[in-house]
């Protein structure tokens, strides 16, 4: 499967930005499906995650509240809108699959080890 992030640009503090994942080469139907972003000179973050059957939803602590992350099966792609943006989440946002369908986590903290496509990501700034 082939991802690609898009939708990333420069906002200021407090607007709102919303990423696309789309998938070529397979469906996504039953793949769970994370975002993760990382900032320059930071780790990688899971940022959330909506696995495949269900599309339960998971979100890391730091964007509890803020991000909503979505699927459009007939789109083959996964959203996140992102709201309340703060500079601290200026990074580059990247889009991934578990084919497991699953998301692993523990209570704020989305894990991204199993995840085997990886999109290109996409710029996200934050900025006055």
């Known amino acids: 499967v082939q991802l690609q992030a898009f939708g990333g640009g420069l906002v200021q503090p407090g607007g709102s930005l919303r990423l696309s994942c789309a998938a070529s080469g397979s469906t996504l139907d039953y793949y769970a499906v994370g975002w993760i972003r990382q900032a320059p000179g930071k780790e990688r973050e899971g940022v959330s995650c909506i696995s495949g059957s269900h599309g339960s939803t998971y979100y890391g602590d730091s964007v509890k509240g803020r991000f909503t992350i979505s699927r459009d099966n007939a789109k083959n792609t996964v959203y996140l809108q992102m709201n309340s943006l703060k500079p601290e989440d200026t990074a580059v946002y990247y889009c991934?699959?578990?084919?497991?369908?699953?998301?692993?986590?523990?209570?704020?903290?989305?894990?991204?080890?199993?995840?085997?496509?990886w999109g290109k990501g996409t710029q996200v700034t934050v900025s006055s």
């Open positions: 991934a699959t578990d084919r497991r369908g699953i998301c692993v986590t523990t209570p704020g903290t989305i894990y991204y080890s199993g995840m085997e496509y």
